[in-house]
């Protein structure tokens, strides 16, 4: 009955016993961190690790309740949080300038009927071509078919296979095959067959048997290039004049840094720009890379604060460094201290829930179950500093009562994030 889930969870069993090889032989964090290969593999396997979970069913993990489903669940989180810069599970509304959609998350969007890929310059190359990809099919526009499939690209031609390819295409020891790729000309259409065709090798462009998909397909692409315009159409020349007034490139304004004694903020006053940031502790010879700054930053110890405003097609702000001195504050620690707890637990029907809030502020209190879905929103309001109560009757969003079992809380303020497990017994 389950054997899809155990294939499943098999998958996910492997994937954080490579987690381990790629973290292992590490002294310590940084190490690893500075490591962009073993790091970028580690994070691409914590998402798996996500997946692997979201597709158990409901009935599988309430009869295996001894796995802490939400934390394992929660590595897919962290890792886009921490990694890609989203929130995989926030509710933060979606620009309408944005072409990409979620595809974790609360905001997950459904699969899209087509997918869109375009080609233009390739170091000091160009070639404008344009693909539409649905489930099965993929379609090819090639807007110059007189340039060849193959050009010298610089920093491709800095790896030895590439140039043991060239050296073999001019002995002619390339099957018929491989030297497609050195065809002189190109159709102005291709239409491949991926599931047939995974290579992309029989060009059913010809083929009347696919008139129709073909018409499909470059329909989309046209309708594509309608609704968000091509700026392939346009000379390089022109664009750049476009985007640089008096052909000045344009400079992103230097971030201001501020420190109210606890958290450093930061703000750039260019639109579309992001922050890169460093905080190096007194006596420290080395930190992890630079995070892109999105929320403000906890101080615990002296040191410099080093960050950099930066927006592509921009040159990048001057450095600009910060000395911080924690030994100047005045409030305890004990101040500023986010704590939440709830008793009974396990409970039934109802548990009170106490928390301590460091400073005032908008603030969110919510109840998920053990697949991490949120079943009660108990707080979304603005709440001052200081200690409070507030209780649940085991009841979701629309007043219906839940079921016996794990669920997890998550306290969230503008600056801080803590987690807890009650049980509903009954």
């Given at each position: ?16 016993v ?105 170091d ?72 047939e ?9 010809a ?51 501020t ?18 940031y ?54 305890s ?15 039934n ?13 908008q ?12 079943v ?51």
């Open positions: 009955m389950f054997e899809k889930d155990r294939l499943n969870l098999l998958t996910l069993l492997d994937t954080i490579k987690i381990a090889k790629y973290s292992s032989g590490y002294k310590n964090s940084d190490d690893f961190y500075e490591n962009q290969r073993d790091f970028d593999a580690s994070m691409m396997n914590f998402i798996i690790i996500g997946e692997m979970v979201s597709r158990l069913s409901d009935k599988f993990i309430e009869e295996n309740n001894q796995i802490d489903w939400f934390k394992i669940r929660g590595f897919r989180n962290i890792v886009a949080h921490d990694y890609f810069g989203i929130d995989a599970e926030a509710d933060i509304p979606i620009p309408d300038y944005y072409q990409g959609q979620p595809f974790l998350g609360t905001q997950k969007a459904e699969p899209r009927t087509y997918v869109f890929g375009a080609r233009d310059r390739m000091l190359e160009y070639d404008m071509v344009r693909a539409v990809r649905d489930k099965r099919y993929k379609y090819f526009r090639n807007y110059q078919p007189e340039l060849p499939y193959y050009q010298n690209i610089i920093y491709r031609l800095q790896m030895d296979m590439m140039n043991e390819m060239l050296q073999m295409h001019a002995d002619g020891k390339l099957n018929a095959v491989q030297e497609l790729w050195f065809r002189q000309s190109k159709p102005e259409e291709e239409l491949y067959d991926t599931w065709d995974p290579h992309e090798l029989n060009n059913l462009a083929d009347p048997a696919y008139a129709e998909k073909l018409a499909e397909l470059r329909a989309a692409h046209l309708d594509w290039q309608e609704k968000h315009g091509d700026l392939g159409f346009i000379d390089e020349k022109e664009l750049r004049a476009q985007f640089w007034p008096e052909d000045s490139q344009p400079k992103t304004a230097e971030p201001v840094v420190y109210d004694g606890e958290y450093v903020s930061i703000t750039c006053e260019t639109p579309g720009s992001h922050i890169v460093k905080h190096l502790s007194t006596g420290a010879k080395r930190q992890r890379p630079y995070p892109i700054y999105v929320e403000p930053v906890p101080i615990h110890s002296d040191g410099t604060f080093h960050c950099r405003s930066e927006r592509y097609g921009y040159l990048p702000s001057k450095w600009i460094t910060t000395e911080i001195t924690t030994s100047v504050q005045t409030k620690v004990s101040d500023y201290q986010l704590a939440i707890s709830n008793y009974p637990n396990p409970f029907p109802q548990t009170t829930f106490t928390f301590t809030l460091p400073q005032s502020g603030i969110n209190l919510s109840i998920f179950n053990a697949l991490g879905k949120k009660k929103t108990l707080i979304d309001a603005n709440y001052n500093r200081g200690k409070h109560q507030l209780k649940w009757d085991g009841t979701d969003d629309v007043g219906k009562q839940v079921s016996s079992g794990v669920y997890y809380y998550r306290l969230q303020t503008p600056r801080q994030v803590l987690t807890g497990k009650t049980i509903l017994s009954k």
